[in-house]
């Protein structure tokens, strides 16, 4: 019994004080953000109860269907680009037959230490319309397809997704061929003597056992692509009118340009519910068995 109770004192001090950070820090703050929600508050002023006449003015509201639209395209590009992407890469960085391979792992992984700020002024610099790399490119190549993509009502927000998805590719790259690195190194050698290629090799044994860090991959890509804001805000401040607008650039306007912090806490709410929503259904849908090899 006392050795029950050392491992239980044991267990209490090494987890009680993350418990009491995260509620203090992440907990308490959302209650608070649920709570303001359903007052009219200027930020200063005594609140007014309004019930839900801001949620209902949110559902009124063009920006947020938009910012709705904007942050499921978003969380796509980031889905495909950095876990479609990241796998291949992964896969390919994983063959010893690659030279080179601690070099390319580190150049993938230098957008990811850079600033956002600095991320996303190089890359207004390619998007630039005259005279910017992207047009230069299509020019060189013969192709009439100049295009202002960061002003466009249809490209704004796919190129703005495309630089965050660029910026932060390494962090699931180097998930993903950690896990593949995890792999016994038999199971591909049987497949090797059964006469499996390299790619059917790693479609029958590689992915499926990745199905616990594409759960893990899926969570960040999906709560990163909802909850984006600082790339926008540098490259295109929302704009042009409200084209490349999310939640949270949706919930910045109303609380700090319009003052009216009850209105920006239920569009925070509604990130909330919708990061928790995905989470919910990708722990439910990805990975339901464990793995074991």
Known sequence: MSEKWKNKVALLVFTVPTLLFFTIIVFIPILQTFQKSFFDWDGLSTP???????????????????????????????????????????????????????????????????????VSQLWIAIYNPEGGLLNSIFAALGMDYQQAWLSGEHTSIWAIAFTNAWQNMGILLVLIYTAIKSIPEHLYEAALIDGSSFWHTHRKITIPLLSETYKFGLIIAITGGLNAFQNMFVMTNGGPGNISYTFTFMMYKAAFRSNEYGYGSAAAAILVIECLLFTILINKFVAREKISY
């Open 48 to 118: 007014v109860f309004i019930g839900f006449d801001n949620y209902l003015r949110l559902f009124d509201d063009p920006d947020f269907w938009v910012s709705l639209k904007n942050g499921l395209i978003f969380a796509f590009v980031l889905v495909v680009y950095q876990i479609g992407l990241g796998t291949i890469l992964a896969i390919v960085l994983s063959s010893k037959a690659v030279r080179g391979r601690k070099w390319f792992k580190t150049t993938f992984f230098i957008p990811v230490v850079l600033s956002g700020v600095v």
